[in-house]
């Protein structure tokens, strides 16, 4: 069965340094949720590079532990927020119903009968 997670997509325009348009993008909600989170992760090995840097290139073990209490923090936030963004996808509701249970072809039929009216009925 088709649900309507698997017709939601996410329309991104890339620019390059200057702000001037590049291309556009079509993703799958839930390749591109899963895209921002890798990112995310990602991002945790760029902070945690710099951690090492200002620790003169110690092990983690022998970091100061003031250092090793504020990179945990950030790793942390930035792990809950990715796990958020992971999690996105199978949280989605749509009229409190599981966006994974709710059969696309049944979305699109209500969703037009309330823009457009009731065809039997004329309103």
Request: glycine share 4%.
């Amino acid at each position: 069965m088709r649900t309507v997670n698997d017709d939601l997509s996410v329309v991104t325009d890339i620019r390059n340094r200057n702000g001037e348009f590049v291309e556009q993008r079509n993703d799958r909600f839930v390749l591109y949720t899963n895209m921002l989170s890798l990112e995310i992760k990602r991002i945790i090995t760029d902070i945690e590079d710099v951690f090492y840097d200002c620790q003169d290139g110690k092990d983690k073990d022998h970091w100061d532990p003031e250092a090793q209490q504020k990179f945990s923090k950030l790793r942390h936030k930035l792990l809950d927020v990715a796990n958020s963004v992971d999690r996105l996808p199978k949280n989605l509701r749509y009229k409190g119903l599981s966006c994974n249970s709710v059969p696309a072809a049944d979305f699109i039929a209500e969703s037009f009968r309330e823009a457009f009216g009731d065809n039997k009925t004329g309103e």
